[in-house]
């Protein structure tokens, strides 16, 4: 049996290709912004929510005490996946307890117009001249 040897810098850029790889796939995304309604202006969640795109916002149950709601809301349906569209939903910030804030939500197949996401742009509409 005839073993070819292997020359060491060939195995040294194998084992830096193997953990390169594995280092890629151990490192996580980029996490999601996470903010408390109850401890934050809807000025300051509806702004955050801007720079961001999408966040998640805790806010506390209004029927078990102590307990922590929370749900991911966008600034647009940019940030929603395919066939979702945006929803106008509210949160209770510090300052306002209806502050209003939008969520992505699943289009039925039923509804009879399309989601806006979903629309195609029109591209003469932000060209239109204003009389």
Same mark, same amino acid.
């Not at 939008?102 to 289009?107: A, D, E, G, M, N």
């Given at each position: 049996m005839i073993r070819k040897h292997i020359n060491p810098a060939r195995r040294f850029l194998g084992a830096a290709m193997a953990a390169s790889v594995m280092f890629a796939v151990a490192v996580p995304a980029q996490a999601i912004e996470r903010m408390r309604a109850d401890q934050n202006t809807c000025a300051k969640i509806q702004e955050t929510l801007q720079n961001e795109g999408a966040m998640v916002i805790q806010y506390p149950s209004t029927r078990v005490a102590g307990l922590l709601l929370y749900d991911r809301y966008v600034s647009s349906c940019a940030f929603c996946e395919p066939g979702e569209d945006v929803s106008a939903v509210t949160v209770p910030a510090s300052d306002n307890p209806e502050c209003v804030v %939008? &969520?992505?939500? &699943?289009?039925?197949?039923? %509804?009879?117009?399309a989601p806006a996401c979903d629309a195609p742009s029109d591209p003469g509409r932000d060209n239109q001249s204003q009389n």
């Open positions: %939008q &969520r992505c939500v &699943r289009f039925d197949a039923g %509804q009879e117009a």
